[in-house]
């Protein structure tokens, strides 16, 4: 499945607990079509204490959400809507989203 959803891309949430929020996608995890969105779906983990954390006791974990559930945030209309692709004459593959702004390139023009 052509994943339509990149690190570092703004996200809307369309579904669950968080819909409407928006976040950045730190992690995307192919192998089972989800993303990790910073600040949302959050679960509680209960940890001993260690090296790392002496004091032990409960942190948040950000879980994640499958990736049909998020749609990338359009810079033009602040608002997700769906993405299309358009390859250049020279080769380079841009994600445009349905306002027609360009969101990013997916690949470089060939040299």
């Given amino acids: 499945m052509a994943l339509h959803i990149k690190k570092g891309d703004t996200v809307e949430i369309i579904a669950g607990d968080h819909k409407g929020a928006t976040g950045k996608v730190l992690r995307v995890i192919p192998e089972k079509n989800k993303v990790i969105v910073q600040g949302h779906n959050i679960a509680k983990k209960h940890v001993r204490p260690s090296r790392k954390n002496p004091q032990g006791g409960r942190i948040n974990i950000e879980q994640p959400i499958h990736i049909s559930n998020v749609l990338p945030v359009s810079p033009k209309s602040s608002r997700g809507g769906r993405?299309?692709?358009k390859?250049?004459?020279d080769g380079s593959k841009k994600?445009?989203?349905v306002d027609g702004t360009e969101i990013g390139v997916v690949r470089k023009a060939k040299s």
Avoid: D, N, P, Q
């Fill in 83 to 85: 993405v299309s692709y």
């Fill in 87 to 89: 390859v250049g004459k």
């Fill in 95 to 97: 994600r445009i989203a």
